[in-house]
């Protein structure tokens, strides 16, 4: 799983995946990955006129970010069926270390970013998932660089392959990581048993447990508020490059970050890899 060394970057001919297209460039550089450049054609509907779509598609498909990737190993890839299950099952199939998904896009991925291919994405797939919302802000390639990676822990059992992964990637970039982990019940205006700064105390502890499981001592934000709140309000206050929060095929997007998880990609100033 890292380093990340094939890539999935379904696309649908949008502007976004255009500049998405950069962050590819950045990762499969850095990796020595190879991308597999991949569209899926969603079936005829009963009101849609029929056309030869499959060879129109493909033309488009053959041209598309040939300069902007040409230094790079890619393999294109015409699939056609539901987009979410087609994703998956070949990044399955192919042993793949990350999808790159360019969420808001337009055509066969109309529905992205809370609907239900990225919902079925991010529960089904094997591998780490990275999703950019704001992609109209990715900067030129020459100037995008990765120098601080924030990590969300919820405290379950995914937090420690979670801060691995970011530790990992962190050192790769020669990035500066941070991790956040947000209690709700210490939120003011909460009304508790339990004083609000012995839970933030006892979250602390388990928030070193976590980086002393996986070897690092990152500056840690442990703060009284909803999760989505914390979490992007930290990756901006901070100014983020990079979030990663943790998932697992057989959990989906864990504890906290379960509820929360579409809230923090669609608000995080960021892009998030969903681990």
Not at 230 to 257: H, M, N, P, T, Y
């Amino acid at each position: 799983m890292f380093p990340p060394k094939k890539i999935v970057f379904p696309v649908d001919f949008s502007e976004r995946c255009l500049s998405a297209a950069r962050m590819v460039e950045i990762f499969a550089g850095r990796f020595q990955a190879e991308v597999s450049l991949l569209h899926v054609l969603e079936p005829l509907s009963y009101n849609d006129i029929p056309v030869d779509s499959s060879g129109i598609a493909e033309q488009r498909l053959s041209t598309f970010l040939v300069d902007e990737l040409k230094h790079f190993d890619v393999r294109r890839v015409l699939l056609e069926g539901d987009p979410a299950t087609e994703i998956t099952e070949y990044a399955h199939a192919q042993a793949s270390d990350l999808i790159m998904l360019p969420t808001h896009g337009y055509g066969g991925f109309r529905r992205l970013i809370l609907g239900s291919v990225t919902a079925k994405i991010l529960h089904a797939a094997e591998c780490p998932v990275w999703t950019g919302v704001h992609m109209e802000n990715v900067p030129r390639l020459e100037d995008i660089s990765i120098k601080r990676i924030l990590c969300a822990i919820d405290l379950e059992s995914q937090s420690c392959p979670t801060a691995s992964w970011a530790k990992k990637l962190a050192a790769e970039f020669g990035a500066e990581l941070a991790i956040v982990h947000a209690v709700p019940e210490a939120k003011e205006g909460a009304g508790l048993r339990n004083s609000k700064q012995d839970l933030i105390n006892h979250a602390t502890e388990k928030v070193q447990a976590v980086q002393a499981c996986v070897g690092t001592e990152a500056r840690a934000f442990v703060i009284g508020d909803e999760v989505a709140s914390a979490v992007c309000e930290c990756a901006a206050r901070e100014q983020s490059d990079l979030l990663l929060i943790g998932r697992s095929v057989k959990d989906g997007v864990l504890g906290r970050l379960r509820a929360n998880a579409y809230s923090i990609i669609r608000q995080s100033p960021c892009p998030v890899v969903s681990v």
